[in-house]
């Protein structure tokens, strides 16, 4: 069964096998766009729903976070808020917050990932 809330109070970021394996051997969720680290709040585990509301131009392997958006690590790096835009053929829409530093991977529940291929939780370190 596909579930999609495009709105929660945690934050997800919806990521490719490259940088599931980044995040796996750095322990830290982080990215080298310039502008920061890309998360939402929207929580699916449809790769189709996370391309059109997060206007992606390949499906992701795997949902990793889950983080409060109260979380330390988040309320200290957010630099923006705002709505996906519309780009690649979708429509976008759902929310997104930029963060300008690493979000570590410490503690338990963000030891684990969701991989769309195989629908199953995994470990991530």
């Given amino acids: 069964m596909h579930v999609t809330i495009l709105e ?6 919806y990521v490719s096998e490259d940088e599931f394996q980044f995040i796996k051997d750095n322990g830290i969720i982080y990215s080298t766009n310039r502008v920061g680290t ?17 206007s ?3 499906a ?12 330390p690590w988040v309320t200290s ?10 780009n690649n053929g979708q ?10 530093g690493p979000i570590p991977i410490l503690e ?3 030891l684990y990932a969701y991989e769309f291929k ?3 939780i995994v470990r991530i370190i």
């Fill in 8 to 13: 929660t109070l945690f934050l997800y970021r």
């Fill in 38 to 54: 890309y998360f939402t709040s929207m929580f699916t585990n449809d790769a189709n729903d996370a391309i059109k509301y997060l």
């Fill in 56 to 58: 992606l131009s390949n």
């Fill in 60 to 71: 992701p392997s795997y949902r990793v976070g889950g983080f409060p958006i109260n979380y």
């Fill in 77 to 86: 790096q957010l630099k923006q808020l705002g709505t996906v835009a519309p």
């Fill in 91 to 100: 429509p976008g829409g759902a929310k997104e917050y930029v963060l300008g």
């Fill in 108 to 110: 338990a529940p963000y």
């Fill in 118 to 120: 195989s629908g199953k």
